[in-house]
T-cell receptor, first 113, second 113 residues
């Protein structure tokens, strides 16, 4: 079982560059999420999706964009990277919301210099 | 809004010591409560959960009881092992959070042989 797969695992960007973090899940989950994890700050929700074609903002969406054209894929796009976007990014999926359990990917560490 | 507060880390224990990691929450209604664990270099994974008051979640020797009267969900383990070294996150999901998880800041546990 692959679960949730994120690529790349590591990336260094220069200020102003753009990139896409890829996320794929093979569990046919409807819900998908992008979180960022900063030291001592827990996880903050960036964007989420409740199904193909539907996306919504989380707590910290500024500077990011997402799309959900298929059930499996939920890419996160960073436009005009800034040092404040240096973080570890986690993609997750679940069957539904509420008490449903999230399955997380292994994370993508992004550094913006 | 809803929130989760965990005890600050890092927590350092000797092998076979008793572990308590405190977690309190603020939420309207009756949230579901979770503990997730993040081992070094990995994504988060569910450790245990409880969905109603007085429920006890348990897994791998860890336990937590949903206390509505004290709005708490403290994590306990009677005898920790070196392999329990990880970061532990308390989280809630509620109607007012739209079913999305709200995480505490995480507590790092280090167990020494």
């Amino acid at each position: 079982n692959a679960g949730v797969t994120q690529t790349p695992k590591f990336r260094i960007l220069k200020i102003g560059q753009s990139m896409t973090l890829q996320c794929t899940q093979d569990m046919n989950h409807n819900y998908m999420y992008w979180y960022r994890q900063d030291p001592g700050m827990g996880l903050k929700l960036i964007y989420y999706s409740v199904g193909a074609g539907i996306t919504d903002k989380g707590e910290v969406p500024n500077g990011y964009n997402v799309s959900r054209s298929t059930t499996e894929d939920f890419p996160l796009r960073l436009e005009l990277a800034a040092p404040s976007q240096t973080s570890v990014y986690f993609c997750a999926s679940s069957e539904g919301g509420g008490a449903n359990v999230l399955t997380f990917g292994a994370g993508s560490r992004l550094t913006v210099l | 809004g809803d929130s989760v507060t965990q005890m600050e880390g890092p927590v350092t224990l000797s092998e076979e010591a008793f572990l308590t990691i405190n977690c309190t929450y603020t939420a309207t209604g009756y949230p579901s409560l979770f503990w997730y664990v993040q081992y070094p270099g990995e994504g988060l994974q569910l450790l245990l959960k409880a969905t109603k008051a007085d429920d006890k979640g348990s897994n791998k020797g860890f336990e937590a009881t949903y206390r509505k009267e004290t709005t708490s969900f403290h994590l306990e383990k009677g005898s920790v092992q070196v392999s329990d070294s990880a970061v532990y996150f308390c989280a809630l999901s509620s109607a007012s959070s739209g079913g999305k998880l709200i995480f505490g800041q995480g507590t790092e546990l280090s167990v020494k042989p």
